[in-house]
């Protein structure tokens, strides 16, 4: 099953120095070829990107006070995420809830931090 808007899926951590699994959350239509997607972390100091905050109870992976990672956002192919998913080098979790993902597609106009290709995707789907 093709990821949508609003699900979310754990990495592999394998891109991260600490090994650690990560939340994505898919945040556009997956209708064409080209899906954004953006990570959420741990809040660790206030230097960090605070555009938007995913607190717990916001979704069930979410288990300390965390940020959205505007500057690590990406543009995925939609063919690559299905093949991650067949392979399991990513596991799909929980879907966000819709108030929470409202609020972090928002983010990606606030931050500096967001990639203009993820921008320009989210405005042309109308989510921005």
């Known amino acids: 099953m093709a990821l949508c808007r609003g699900d979310t899926y754990l990495d592999d951590g394998s891109a991260c120095p600490t090994g650690d699994r990560h939340l994505w959350v898919v945040c556009s239509d997956c209708k064409g070829s080209s899906v954004v997607v953006v990570s959420i972390t741990t809040f660790r100091n206030e230097r960090q990107d605070k555009t938007c ?11 300390h006070t965390s940020i959205v990672l505007y500057h690590a ?6 063919t ?3 093949r991650s998913q067949a392979s399991r080098t990513i596991r799909v979790r ?3 809830p819709p108030h929470v993902l409202d609020s972090i597609v928002r983010g990606f106009v606030d931050s500096p ?8 995707i989210l405005e042309d789907q109308g989510y921005v």
């Open 53 to 63: 905050h995913v607190d717990v109870g916001d979704h069930p992976f979410v288990t």
């Open 73 to 78: 956002a990406e543009v995925r192919s939609a």
């Open 80 to 82: 690559e995420l299905a």
């Open 94 to 96: 929980e879907r966000m």
């Open 113 to 120: 931090h967001s990639p203009p290709e993820c921008v320009a």
